[in-house]
């Protein structure tokens, strides 16, 4: 199995950044794909990154393409987002996941979540 507890939520002025972290505990880290998803009220949950088991390739949603980066470091069993220049469309619910597929866009190719973590872009 695998746990992961996400944490750097918080609340921060348009502009601004936040750096999210994931910490896993389980078998293989470096095994699995892993990718950041966000929910806001009312909305479908939507991907945001990825980064695979393999090469470290890393995948973005449009919309945070350029503002936001996906990095792990398998040695620390911890997978980070970076999110600058920070909106109020941003404003959500934060999750981390990790899947035995490459990677993948879909919420239902991952197999292990963390509890999620609070952003909160005020305007």
């Known amino acids: 199995q695998v746990q992961l507890i996400e944490s750097g939520g918080g609340w921060v002025q348009t502009g601004g950044s936040l750096r999210l972290s994931c910490a896993a505990s389980g078998r293989t880290f470096s095994s699995y794909g892993m990718g950041w998803f966000r929910q806001a009220p009312g909305e479908e949950r939507e991907f945001v990154a990825a980064?695979?088991?393999?090469?470290?390739?890393?995948y973005y949603a449009d919309s945070v393409k350029g503002r936001f980066t996906i990095s792990r470091d398998n040695a620390k069993n911890t997978v980070y987002l970076q999110m600058n220049s920070l909106k109020p469309e941003d404003t959500a619910v934060y999750y981390c996941?990790?899947?035995?597929?490459?990677?993948?866009?879909?919420?239902?190719?991952?197999?292990?979540w963390g509890q999620g973590t609070q952003v909160t872009v005020s305007s």
């Open positions: 980064i695979t088991w393999s090469r470290s390739s890393t």
């Open positions: 996941a990790a899947t035995t597929a490459r990677w993948s866009r879909a919420t239902d190719d991952y197999e292990y």
